[in-house]
Each structure stands twice: as structure tokens, then as C-alpha cells.
């Protein structure tokens, strides 16, 4: 199954991201820079986690703007899945390919840590190979993951089963809206999560919890 | 010409950087400080004449660019 990341200055989970889907795909992605007006033909498209341009503006608000993502806003209408982490997550909301927006953390703090997770939509092509309600660890690193959305968005979400990730047994580290820690797009298509999965894939990372988001949205057989 | 957008958070979306700053105006001894919301001022100097494509284009810059109109509220005041 073959990969795309998007590279832009600032990430610094890029290495990271390559090394996940290499290992979890078996081949290693292909790389995108900002300026790129292509992206080849790929079965998912990965957006890392970092500080694109600094954070200035707005987390996400400059790398959104850059040409490589009107690719993957054209791949996405597509069908073609995209996963942003972290900063990818801003990046996507930047855009305008996933509702909300992400503020900084209500603490005001950024965290590092471990949170739990609760699956609450398995029915994604991002999380088909988790239990509906499966609470899984993941790390998290940020200042700005606290998910914001009004009031009818949030319905809609919420509704549609757009929610994906929770922040589960009061391990919310943001303030986000709803525990929000990962939604999709309407089509289902388009994942962005501020929690970094691929972070825990191998038993060298303490266990491997966030490998089968990968290995669900590669269609690679556990 | 020179232009200056402010852009403010909207009425309802929680501003914990506001919170903070009123909190440390309080413990500076400020008293009867109420709520405070942080807010951004961007300064643009604009070689067009035409005023009306001017404002036209500063409200282009605001809605793809300078602010997220998710959460924020823009102005637009050109001198």
C-alpha cells in the first residue's frame, strides 16, 4: 500500500510518520514539499505533527495556504484518505477540509503526556480495526489541541458520527469542546487528530496501540 | 494608503489567554477589571488608490488569510 507526506518547514514529526508507515506498510512514503503541485497517486496521504512556520498567525494558518495543499484538498474530494496529526490537525481545520478550529489549551500549559482514548466511531475507514468504545493509550504533545466548534457544527458532528477519538476517563488535556480528540469529514475521508499514534506502533514505544489506525486506514491485514 | 484590521475573538468562544491576562491585571492591583479578551492588530501599508478595491482586497486578506472566521470577527479601518 503506498503513502504520501506532506513536508513542510517547521514539522518535526515528519521522521517519525515515515518510520510508522514504513514499518506498518512495508514500504516507505513518498515525500511531498509545500511548493509540490503533485502528489503521486498514493493510498493515503499523511500530514505530520510539528510547528509548521512557527505557529505564526495562527497554528496551521501559513502551511494551509501553501500550494501542496490544494492538492490535497483536490486528492480528498477525491476519496483519497488524509490523515493530519497534531499539527496536521490544524492544518486540515486551516484549510477548511475539517470543521472547528483548535485554540490553545485551556490550561494555557503544553502538554506532554499519556492519554487514554476511547474509539468512538470504529465504523471509519480509520478505525475499523478498533472495538467500538475500545479505550487505547496514546501520547500527546501540544499547545494548541483544544477543539472548538459551535453549536450546530458540534450537532452535526456529533450526529453524523463524526466524533472518532475521545478523550476518555478524564484524561482530557485541552479543554477541547466534548472531549473531541479526532473527527473525520462528512465523507469520512479526511482525519485529523491531535493525539500521535504513531508514536505507539512497535513494542519499543511501550506498546502499540495506535498501529491499527494505520494498518485500518492502509487496508492492511492486522 | 495605510490600513489597519483588527481581529477579536467572537462573542461565546472561550478565550483562556484573555482569562490569564485578566487575572494578572487583578493580582497587579488593578481592581474592577472585567472580562478581558486578546485580540490581534495588523498594520498593512497598500500602494492601490482605488479605496473601494482597497477594502475590497483587506476583506479578501481577512477572510482567506488574517483572521479564522470559525472564531473570530474582523474590522477593517483604512486611514
Redesign the interface.
Known amino acids: 500500500m503506498k503513502s504520501a507526506v506532506v513536508l513542510l518547514p517547521g514539522l518535526n514529526r515528519d521522521r517519525d510518520m515515515i518510520a510508522a508507515l514504513t514499518k506498518i506498510s512495508g514500504q516507505a512514503p513518498a515525500t511531498v514539499w509545500q511548493t509540490d503541485t503533485e502528489i503521486p497517486d498514493v493510498d493515503l496521504i499523511a500530514i505530520p505533527g510539528g510547528f509548521s512556520f512557527g505557529d505564526y498567525l495562527r497554528c496551521g494558518a501559513i502551511a494551509a495556504r501553501m500550494p501542496v495543499m490544494r492538492v490535497v484538498a483536490e486528492k480528498a474530494a477525491k476519496g483519497v484518505p488524509v490523515i493530519g496529526v497534531c499539527n496536521g490537525f490544524q492544518i486540515l481545520v486551516e484549510a477548511g477540509l475539517l470543521p472547528g478550529a483548535l485554540m490553545r489549551n485551556a490550561s494555557l500549559k503544553f502538554v506532554c503526556r499519556q492519554v487514554n482514548l476511547e474509539i468512538a466511531n470504529a465504523n471509519t475507514m480509520f478505525t475499523r480495526h478498533y472495538k467500538p468504545g475500545q479505550i487505547i493509550r496514546s501520547p500527546v504533545a501540544h499547545h494548541d489541541g483544544n477543539y472548538f466548534a459551535d453549536a450546530e457544527t458540534l450537532a452535526r458532528l456529533e450526529g453524523e458520527g463524526q466524533v472518532v477519538f475521545r478523550y476518555a476517563d478524564g484524561t482530557n488535556p485541552n479543554g477541547s469542546i466534548n472531549d473531541i480528540a479526532g473527527i473525520v469529514n462528512d465523507k469520512g475521508n479526511v482525519l485529523g487528530l491531535m493525539p500521535h499514534p504513531e508514536n505507539l506502533i512497535e513494542a519499543a514505544h511501550g506498546g502499540n496501540d495506535g498501529r491499527a489506525l494505520f494498518e485500518s486506514a492502509l487496508g492492511v491485514a492486522a | 494608503m495605510k490600513a489597519r484590521i483588527t481581529v477579536t475573538l467572537k462573542n461565546?468562544?472561550?478565550d483562556?489567554?484573555g482569562k490569564?491576562i485578566e487575572h494578572a491585571l487583578s493580582g497587579l492591583g488593578f481592581d474592577g477589571v472585567g472580562q478581558v479578551r486578546q485580540g490581534k492588530v495588523f498594520d498593512i501599508e497598500l500602494t492601490g488608490t482605488d479605496k473601494a478595491k482597497v477594502e475590497a482586497d483587506l476583506k479578501a486578506m481577512c477572510d482567506?488569510?488574517?483572521a479564522?472566521t470559525?472564531?473570530e470577527n474582523y474590522a477593517v479601518e483604512i486611514a
Open positions: 461565546g468562544v472561550l483562556p489567554q490569564a482567506k488569510l488574517l479564522n470559525v472564531i
